[in-house]
Nanobody, 119 residues
Framework: VQLAESGGGSVQTGGSLKLSCSAS???????MGWYRQAPGKERELVSG????????SYTNSVKGRFTISRDNADNTLYLQMNSLKTGDTAVYYC??????????????WGQGTQVTVSS
């Protein structure tokens, strides 16, 4: 399975972006997530979603501003980001399918898309 993110870009504080992640294969049975990594910082989990889409989770800093969703018919994951802050600037990665061996969080990763928020 290959994942491809899109939708990143540059916006001013308070703006919005919607990230998309398209999967080359069927990931409807997999949990998925969005991660981000800012310069000089470790990668962090931003949001996760269950295979059905019924269960979601968010890191505290984005709660109420970001919304994760998925369309299993199109094998696509989304992240709607509103009220963006400069602290949201990072490369955003999508990930799919939890690693059953526990070696890594997810088995499949995208290449990332840059999100830059300026004041």
């Amino acid at each position: 399975v290959q994942l491809a993110e899109s939708g990143g870009g540059s916006v001013q504080t308070g703006g919005s972006l919607k990230l998309s992640c398209s999967a080359s294969g069927d990931i409807s049975s997999c949990g998925m997530g969005w991660y981000r990594q800012a310069p000089g910082k470790e990668r962090e989990l931003v949001s996760g979603i269950s295979s059905s889409g019924l269960s979601t989770s968010y890191t505290n800093s984005v709660k109420g501003r970001f919304t994760i969703s998925r369309d299993n018919a199109d094998n696509t994951l989304y992240l709607q980001m509103n009220s963006l802050k400069t602290g949201d600037t990072a490369v955003y990665y999508c990930a799919a399918c939890r690693d059953p061996a526990g070696v890594r969080d997810y088995l499949y990763w995208g290449q990332g898309t840059q999100v830059t928020v300026s004041s």
